[in-house]
């Protein structure tokens, strides 16, 4: 009996798989690659640099101090609630918002500011020569006494206007007189209640 006559002889033989490399062009692109990432790695976190990768320091990760005593952020209370209509330089929009900036009303009385942002305001009010007869929304509910006292100190403090702060306690002897108030009636009201 030959081999040729076994089973096993007349199967061909088991196939092998022969060894294949890794195909040059994807070998060359991870080394450069890899250079890239060495070169960056070596140049921005070196000695000197910021360990943080994008430039920035320790100091600019650091949280936002919080205005002296602790107090409210008003340029924040002035962002979220009052930039949509007098603008974030104060400006306002010509003919619908009047403008917070040189206003004689904001550097004026506090109390009128205050009564302003607690009740709201419809009807004719003039800002620096111009007539407005927009409304204004009441605040009283939306924010605190000590929000209110912030936005108007930064109203007062900002946009080229240089008036006193607002005390926290002014602006609750106003919420407290204009207890369940209507929206104030334009600006013969306003004067009215603070000449």
Same mark, same amino acid.
């Given at each position: =009996?030959?081999?040729?006559? +076994?089973?096993?002889? &007349? ?8 060894? &294949? ?9 991870v ?10 790695f070596a ?12 430039? $920035?320091?320790?100091?600019?990760? %650091?949280?936002?101090?919080t205005?002296?005593?602790? #107090? ?6 002035f962002?979220?609630? *009052?930039?949509? *209509?007098? %603008? ?9 918002? @009047? @403008? +917070? ?10 109390? $009128? /500011?205050?009564?302003?942002v +607690?009740?709201?305001?419809t ?12 409304? =204004? @929304? /009441? ?16 109203? $007062? ?7 006193? @702060? ?6 609750? #002897?106003? $919420?407290?007189?204009?207890? #369940?108030?209507?929206?104030l009636?334009g %600006?013969?009201?306003?004067? %009215?209640?603070?000449p």
């Amino acid at each position: =009996m030959s081999p040729a006559d +076994l089973p096993q002889g &007349r199967e061909g033989h088991e196939p092998a798989e022969a060894p &294949r490399g890794v195909p040059l062009v994807v070998a060359g692109l991870v080394v450069v690659v890899a250079a890239w990432g060495a070169y960056t790695f070596a140049t921005e976190i070196g000695p000197g640099m910021a360990p943080y990768g994008d430039r $920035r320091t320790l100091a600019a990760l %650091q949280p936002p101090e919080t205005p002296a005593g602790g #107090g409210i952020d008003g340029g924040a209370v002035f962002a979220a609630r *009052c930039a949509a *209509c007098h %603008q974030a330089d104060g400006n306002g929009l010509p003919g619908t918002f @009047p @403008p +917070l900036a040189g206003s004689e009303w904001v550097v004026g009385a506090p109390e $009128r /500011t205050a009564a302003i942002v +607690l009740t709201g305001l419809t009807g004719a009010i003039e800002v620096k020569g111009t007539s407005y007869a927009s409304v =204004m @929304p /009441t605040f009283r509910d939306q924010l605190t006494d000590g929000e209110i006292a912030a936005v108007l100190s930064h109203v $007062r403090g900002s946009f080229g206007n240089a008036a006193t @702060p607002v005390p926290e306690t002014l602006v609750a #002897g106003v $919420r407290a007189t204009l207890e #369940g108030h209507a929206p104030l009636q334009g %600006q013969a009201e306003l004067v %009215q209640l603070y000449p």
